[in-house]
């Protein structure tokens, strides 16, 4: 209801008054423009962030909002944040510029499935202004986005596509980097159809994301690392511990070298390594090191297929002149010709952390197989959805021109990747 200026109850539908003839006014609707307006001006007046960490679904709310916390990533105020998912944020009280938008209902199949969620992404009205206000809004190639999302859930795998198709527009020239966690190999059967739509829908248009690094959730329970206080690291924490690496080793201006190789490769999906706290006096050198983070690949890999090795390296200070550039470009040199011998091309990033300890984080990050090989299970539990669904494919928020698409892009890919194998 609104009031008349003589006080007099209408209801809204109506233009004047029922009882006196007066004009009615909706207060909300007459100084809703200005307050678009100078929410628009609020935005653009920000200063720009190089780096953007957006998280989508509930696991990447989680993850971001760790990050947020102070001094949980050691990048200060390099970061600005965004979260996109189906229920709010209850509190952002974490001293960083981050935004939230809610996409569609935590009740709605958007949360279980990647189309629905796909189709609430794309019409969120509230979703490029937040990424305007994260700083994407010129083509700067120095900017960094990298994204983080759970494939197995409807929000992350049908968000993060839209999300990034968005920062492209908003940013053509930008640098981008996922952290993807694919479901176990006893998830259910549409939480894979998620993680394999999800993944084909990263890899179009270009695609949109210079390195989607994989990982399996299955495989977090083989590996453990220690932490700067000896603290075992294992589980979930594991997903913690390469995101810090990536926010730390891919940040601007550090990324560009990254994007540009892997564009040129375009070996887009990658396998991350980990070796994390190992000490350098009981490993002897950084060879061993790297030895050990590809015993146990975080998800499905032929070593034989590896065509492009990346590291990220992160050393005590005290160590810093140990581990030179140079000792490290040799010893990953030495460690691809007697692991990985198909590497053709190669790229360290080391940073340096404070503190007194002589432990080594490693992560290796190794491009160039196949997706029927990195996700096998995704790939079989998708080809049994095909062929059960029928025309039930609305149910799901797709269409099956849709997922023949998806199938397309992956084979595309892994025929892409085949003949970067053959050719040498």
């Not at 209408?10 to 909706?26: E, F, K, S, W």
């Not at 839209?162 to 981008?176: D, E, I, K, S």
């Not at 080391?350 to 990050?365: F, H, M």
Request: glycine fraction near 10%; charged fraction near 20%; hydrophobic fraction near 40%.
């Amino acid at each position: 209801m609104i009031r008349c200026p003589d006080r007099h109850e209408n209801p809204q539908t109506l233009a004047h008054c029922r009882v006196c003839g007066l004009p009615l006014i909706d207060p909300l609707r007459e100084i809703g423009p200005f307050i678009e307006n100078l929410r628009a001006r609020t935005i653009l007046g920000m200063p720009k962030s190089m780096n953007v960490l957006i998280g989508t679904g509930s696991v990447g709310k989680k993850l971001v909002l760790e990050a947020a916390i102070p001094g949980n990533n050691g990048q200060g105020e390099a970061y600005s944040y965004l979260i996109a998912d189906s229920t709010a944020v209850s509190d952002l009280a974490t001293g960083k510029t981050l935004f939230n938008v809610r996409i569609g209902d935590a009740g709605s199949h958007g949360a279980l499935f990647c189309g629905s969620a796909e189709h609430a992404a794309e019409g969120d009205l509230a979703l490029v202004p937040a990424l305007k206000g994260c700083g994407l809004r010129s083509n700067d190639d120095r900017q960094t986005v990298i994204l983080v999302t759970a494939l197995g859930g409807g929000t992350g795998s049908g968000t993060a596509p839209v999300v990034l198709r968005h920062c492209h527009a908003l940013n053509p020239g930008l640098n981008g980097f996922v952290l993807a966690i694919s479901p176990g190999e006893d998830e259910s059967v549409h939480a894979h159809v998620n993680a394999l739509y999800g993944l084909a829908r990263l890899l179009d248009n270009g695609p949109m994301s210079d390195g989607v690094v994989v990982v399996q959730y299955d495989r977090l329970k083989h590996v453990h690392g220690i932490g700067n206080t000896g603290e075992e690291i294992k589980g979930e924490a594991l997903i913690t511990s390469i995101l810090q690496l990536m926010l730390s080793a891919l940040r601007s201006p550090n990324s560009m070298k990254f994007s540009r190789l892997n564009r040129a490769m375009q070996t887009h999906v990658l396998v991350p390594c980990l070796a994390l706290g190992r000490s350098l006096k009981i490993f002897g050198n950084l060879g061993n090191v790297f030895r050990s983070a590809l015993a146990y690949p975080l998800a499905p890999l032929i070593k034989d297929n590896v065509t492009i090795s990346y590291l990220l390296l992160r050393i005590p200070r005290r160590l810093a002149q140990e581990c030179t550039d140079n000792l490290v470009a040799d010893e990953l040199s030495a460690f691809n010709r007697k692991y990985l011998p198909g590497v053709r091309a190669m790229l360290f990033q080391t940073t340096i952390v404070e503190g007194q300890s002589d432990r080594i984080d490693a992560c290796l990050l190794l491009g160039g197989d196949s997706i029927a090989n990195a996700a096998p299970a995704a790939r079989a539990n998708y080809e049994k959805f095909r062929r059960q669904l029928g025309d039930r494919w609305p149910a799901y928020g797709l269409t099956e021109e849709r997922g023949r698409s998806a199938e397309q892009l992956i084979a595309s890919y892994d025929a892409r990747m085949e003949e970067l194998r053959e050719s040498g």
